[in-house]
């Protein structure tokens, strides 16, 4: 076999073989699939009712008819149910009963119309967006009364009134598609993350590595049997084969984990009818209890947003920029490892190469916030804060050539991160229980390999 | 035959010269002493050869041709810092090193089965390094030096580390291989070592070769004409001494007197036969000086 196929082997099998991959393989996909699932879990359990009983003391009775200003006026909704009662003693009686959520005292008053209102529970608290939904509906019940009592509004005025029906929705321009903010914040800064995770964890086992075989000395009877570069590009590319393999478990894993809980639940996993039950749930949302469906609304856009997204070209970049990144920092990360020695202060030589790591990551919300702005443009492009910055903007749509100069610069700059790599590799490995200093590194350059 | 020769090696590091026209002839079969104080460039001289580095200037050449990348897998090196994966298994990492070296799988794992139970730690096979002990994992580092049957073998201060019950043990190993045929470059600053078993030495100090060729010949050319004679303390040498004879020291034991003369060029027999003329004589030999000497007193005159 040939000899970096020889060390390829052995690098990738024990790492393959350790408990923290095993580990690691396994916890990822359930990471992911939560990712995936959470949104339509909260969309299922923003069903759970609260059953609310309305005890009106405002109630007047004329000729058998009761009439007040909220009898049957509170709309019910996935959160909250109501029901009409008259006697509070008996309401709480119920409520002890468990008969009932909460009950709602709206108390008499000489105030005209009657404004106060109490609300009783007895196990929990109502959720505090139930408790604005039902303040809010109070106060738009009020609302409609002065509109019709005072401004003499009809009844058709007042439903055009509640619902003005003013859609906004955002849609890219070049695709013609909904733009799904919220879903590709997600997805952008989660990709970005685990690049930068990947970088971190699989780059640092590089530099681990190296600076192991170096303090063990086992380093010297390797080169006398390869080339150093030989050994490095062999643990680099093993190191990134585990990487590779982690990611492609995650991904199937995940899949399995997903489509596993699919099928237990096939109702919740479809993706919303959208032009109906979207702008359908919008005229609902927005009227009087806006609050509340609102949210609904927005999971379901979320939903819609997943399903929005050309996984195509999110992948094929995301393997591009993870490799890429993942190749440009391993180099420098051995490299690294190969200055460090048991008594050494590894950190002057491990702060260049995280720092700019770290810039991007902190720059993160300033390119969400604006994923073709200057700044995001410029990172994007630098080679060091590519992988991670351009993966964040890659779901919000960049232009081609943009794409095209940042991975040419990219491929540049490894070639070249690379080469430096090697020159510090190969003499910094066979430096024992010497202070190395960045003026001796830069004499390396000229020794003859 | 010369095995190996380098011609004219020159290093130079950032602010130092680790070489300067440095050459050795090794011939095949020897054992060949690379010798010199700390410092003095061995051990880049031995990376040369093992193509760890390259020369700035200088031409090397190993079975006859300039040495190129396959001669690796015909020399083994055990450098003077040793070490292991210290979380592999025995078995598994001695197999791995000798695949470095161009050996088959299923071939290593015969011969290595061979060196384990010569050495006695086939039990150690599935052991992590760690668990070894220094010396163990120093046997361990040995096999897998030789395991590939070089024609060359270097060995950077092979016996630090060792026990005297262990490095009597490879020093016998040295000297088997040395009988099957192979040569061996051996870098110390372990004199005694050197004594018994190097045939010509290099010295090299401050980068530069400084002494160089048999063990014999530099023995000889190092002698100071001394000897050391024994006879019966029943007569005292001084008054048996002859002409161009200069007494330097002697000792009484209970029935003899140790003496240590100077005898000129050509004295020998004079003195040889006025001691046997009056007294017996019990044991007369030249002195040739140690290793240990002629490197001390070498590297001191520079």
């Known amino acids: ?449 | 035959m010369i095995l190996f020769s380098a011609k004219d090696i020159s290093k130079t590091y950032a602010n130092h010269k680790a070489l300067d026209k440095v050459s050795i002839e090794v011939e095949q079969g020897t054992v060949f002493g690379l010798l010199g104080p700390n410092g003095a460039g061995k051990t880049t001289l031995i990376r040369i050869i093992n193509q760890i580095t390259a020369p700035d200037e200088g031409e090397i050449f190993f079975m006859g041709e300039k040495l190129k990348a396959e001669h690796v897998h015909s020399i083994g090196y055990l450098p003077e810092e040793r070490g292991l994966y210290k979380k592999m298994k025995v078995g598994e990492q001695a197999i791995y090193l000798a695949e470095l070296k161009g050996i088959k799988k299923a071939d290593a794992k015969k011969r290595l089965e061979f060196w384990f139970a010569k050495f006695d730690i086939l039990s150690w096979w599935d052991r992590k390094v760690e668990e070894l002990s220094k010396g163990m994992q120093q046997k361990v580092q040995f096999i897998t030096t030789i395991l590939h049957e070089p024609k060359l073998l270097i060995f950077d201060e092979p016996f630090s580390g060792f026990d005297p019950i262990n490095a009597n043990l490879l020093k016998q190993e040295i000297l088997d291989l040395k009988s099957k045929g192979a040569t061996i470059i051996f870098s110390t600053h372990n004199m005694e070592s050197v004594e018994e078993i190097c045939d010509s030495i290099a010295l090299i100090n401050k980068s530069k070769k400084i002494l160089d060729g048999k063990m014999i010949d530099i023995k000889q050319r190092f002698k100071k004409n001394q000897f050391e004679v024994v006879i019966p303390n029943q007569k005292n040498i001084k008054h048996l001494l002859t002409e161009g004879v200069e007494l330097i020291s002697s000792f009484d034991t209970p029935h003899t007197q140790v003496s240590t003369l100077k005898i000129e060029q050509g004295k020998n027999a004079e003195l040889l036969s006025n001691i046997l003329l009056n007294t017996d004589l019990i044991s007369y030999k030249e002195i040739l000086p140690s290793m240990n000497e002629i490197f001390i007193e070498t590297v001191s005159n520079e």
Request: proline share 4%; glycine share 6%.
């Open chain 1, 1 to 449: 076999m040939n000899k970096i196929g020889i060390i390829i082997r052995r690098e990738y099998l024990t790492r393959v073989k350790k408990k923290s991959f095993l580990v690691m393989t396994f916890l990822g996909p359930i990471l992911i699939a939560s990712l995936w699932i959470i949104p339509f879990f909260l969309a299922m359990n923003s069903e759970t009712q609260s059953k609310v009983l309305v005890v009106d003391e405002t109630l007047v009775e004329n000729n058998g008819v009761k009439s007040s200003l909220y009898l049957e006026k509170f709309k019910n909704d996935k959160e909250l149910t109501f029901e009409y009662g008259y006697d509070i003693t008996e309401a709480q009686n119920k409520l002890e009963n468990g008969k009932y959520d909460a009950v709602l005292e709206i108390v008499k008053t000489n105030d005209m119309p009657p404004i106060k209102g109490f609300l009783f529970y007895s196990e929990n608290e109502p959720s505090l967006s139930a408790q604005e939904a039902i303040r809010s509906q109070l106060t738009n019940i009020l609302k409609d009364h002065v509109l019709v009592y005072d401004y003499g509004m009809t009844e058709k005025d007042l439903e055009w009134f509640n619902n003005p029906k003013i859609g906004f929705y955002s849609k890219d321009i070049r695709s013609g598609k909904d733009s799904y903010k919220e879903i590709k914040t997600i997805l952008g800064t989660m990709s970005g993350f685990l690049i930068y995770m990947f970088i971190f964890l699989f780059g640092g086992q590089v530099m681990k590595s190296v600076s192991e075989e170096k303090t063990n000395r086992i380093v010297e009877v390797l080169v006398s049997s390869i080339k150093p570069i030989q050994l490095l590009m062999g643990k680099i590319v093993s190191i990134a084969l585990v990487g590779l393999t982690q990611f492609i478990l995650w991904v199937v894993l995940s899949g399995i984990l997903i489509a596993g809980l699919q099928s237990f639940y096939p109702q919740t996993f479809t993706e919303p009818q959208k032009e109906n039950i979207t702008i359908n749930e919008r005229v609902i949302s927005v009227d009087k209890i806006d609050n509340i469906s609102s949210s609904a609304g927005e999971v379901n856009q979320m939903v819609q947003g997943l399903f929005s997204i050309d996984y195509a070209l999110v992948i094929s970049m995301f393997l591009f920029y993870f490799m890429a990144g993942y190749f440009l920092y391993a180099s420098l990360f051995g490299a690294v490892g190969a200055l460090m020695d048991v008594d050494t202060d590894a950190q002057q030589f491990t702060l260049p190469i995280t720092i700019p790591l770290i810039i991007a990551m902190l720059c993160f919300p300033i390119i969400l916030n604006d994923p073709s702005g200057t700044v995001a443009f410029w990172l994007s492009i630098i080679p060091l804060t590519a992988p991670m910055v351009m993966m964040i903007r890659i779901p919000f749509g960049v232009p081609v050539w943009e794409i095209a100069l940042s991975m040419s610069l990219m491929i540049i700059f490894i070639a070249f991160c690379m080469w430096l790599a090697a020159k510090i590799y190969r003499t910094g490995i066979l430096m024992y229980g010497k202070n190395i200093t960045y003026k001796e590194i830069w004499k390396w350059f000229k020794y003859k390999n």
